[in-house]
């Protein structure tokens, strides 16, 4: 038998305890021992929890007692999670965490504690939720050479926009909504602004290069400035916007960023809608695979989290080599990557056609009925090309006293 503690009973946590609770046998089965939750550690009190008998309020019993050998950290954030953590880990017991934040920030840190110690840090739940990307990547692809990982990684996010997409709300409608149904909290910003994207693509961009990946080297966006003007647009051209996190690794380099995107239906992500979550990675000899699922929720993340316990319970006594060390790939500008630009531009279009020739280049013209605008889809071209192209338009505009370009949205879709 395997002593476990949690950390933070709140959504995540509970789950954690119901699985194992519920799914005693066959957890036992899997990992050739039975794991018993000892302790849960939380600042408040559950008098009416299963676990009322187990709630503890200081860390230090759990980190003092030699019994435990597997600790479940669901607290999230950094403070107390990471000196938390890190003192299990030296205390030679293995630890699972949903907590993508404290992954991304101290990964390497605690990875290395880990193989020191000879004991496990496990991370499924931290991307995708209940979707198992992470072990994927250490065993299902071990023989591949990953050349790119794309994601929609963040499900209130998705919701957001698949709402604006099949029902035309405002960006400011579908996330009152998201909140009312508890898939954005209160003060939504980590999501709507790109942060939790990009410290999940730092993470799957780190396990496929084996090496450690700064969250804050990657260009990201969010999506607070998407409107249902846009949607419209899309429509019309049989497309619509994700919010992708987006790495590509060749020669121990890589690209990254986390910017709203336009793809069309033909593209693999296209159909993950709602609060579900999709990634794609190529590689070199199995090429595409899509792997999709509940990005977030009790249950599902909860799931993900046992999984990590089964695994940590069946080697007890050996460090299982995933991760990625303190070597760090190097990092290109995304502003030199490619791709094609959907840009909606004041005033009629056939008053500016000519000037948006000149400056963009040919380009297909969009025009909706009863707007004073319009919209034109570039040719593929380098970010840092568009840019100059995108402020001299603009500036020309505003020369003639004339509103310039009114958005731009990155645009996966062939020429």
């Known amino acids: 038998m395997m002593y476990a503690a949690i950390m933070g009973y709140g959504t995540i946590g509970t789950g954690v305890a119901e699985i194992l609770e519920k799914s005693r046998e066959r957890i036992a089965r899997s990992a050739g021992q039975e794991i018993c939750l000892k302790y849960v550690l939380d600042l408040r009190e559950f008098p009416d929890s299963p676990v009322a008998d187990r709630v503890i309020h200081d860390f230090k019993v759990i980190e003092e007692d030699e019994q435990v050998r597997l600790v479940v950290e669901t607290m999230g954030g950094l403070n107390p999670a990471y ?22 920030a101290y990964g390497t840190e605690l990875l290395k504690i880990a193989r020191e110690k000879g004991v496990n840090f496990f991370f499924e739940a931290s991307v995708g939720g209940g979707i198992p990307i992470i072990r994927t990547l250490y065993r299902c692809l071990m023989g591949e050479k990953i ?27 579908a996330l009152k909504e998201a909140q009312e149904l508890g898939y954005a909290e209160k003060n939504p910003e980590a999501d709507v602004e790109g942060h939790d994207t990009c410290r999940k693509i730092a993470i799957l961009t780190a396990m496929a290069t084996g090496m450690e990946v700064d969250y804050q080297d990657i260009n990201t966006e969010g999506i607070t400035a998407i409107t249902d003007m846009d949607f419209r647009y899309a429509r019309k051209m049989g497309t619509s916007v994700k919010l992708l996190g987006t790495s590509r690794i060749e020669d121990g380099k890589v690209c990254a960023r986390v910017v709203p995107t336009m793809i069309s239906k033909d593209h693999p ?33 909860a799931s993900a989290v046992v999984a990590d316990l089964i695994e940590a319970a069946q080697n007890e006594n050996r460090n299982v080599p995933i991760g990625w060390g303190a070597e760090r790939p190097e990092m290109i500008d995304s502003k030199i990557s490619e791709c094609r630009y959907f840009v909606r531009i004041a005033g009629a279009a056939e008053e500016k056609a000519e000037m948006v020739r000149g400056i963009l280049g040919e380009v297909q013209t969009l025009v909706l009925e009863d707007v004073d605008e319009f919209g034109i889809l570039t040719k593929k071209m380098a970010e840092i090309e568009f ?13 003639k006293g004339e509103y310039g370009i009114l958005q731009l949205i990155r645009a996966e879709l062939e020429d």
């Open 269 to 301: 992500l296209y159909g993950v809608s709602g609060v579900y979550n999709g990634i794609l990675v190529k590689s070199d000899q199995l090429g595409d695979s899509m792997y999709y699922g509940s990005g977030a929720g009790k249950l599902p993340t």
């Open 83 to 104: 000196p938390f953590v890190k003192a299990c880990l030296s205390a030679g017991k293995h630890v699972v965490t949903s907590n993508k934040a404290l992954v991304a």
């Open 147 to 173: 050349q790119e990982i794309s994601g929609i990684l963040n499900g209130t996010t998705n919701y957001i926009l698949t709402k604006m997409d099949r029902e035309g709300v405002s960006f400011e409608q």
């Open 387 to 399: 840019i100059q192209r995108a402020v001299k338009l603009d500036s020309e505009c505003q020369k």
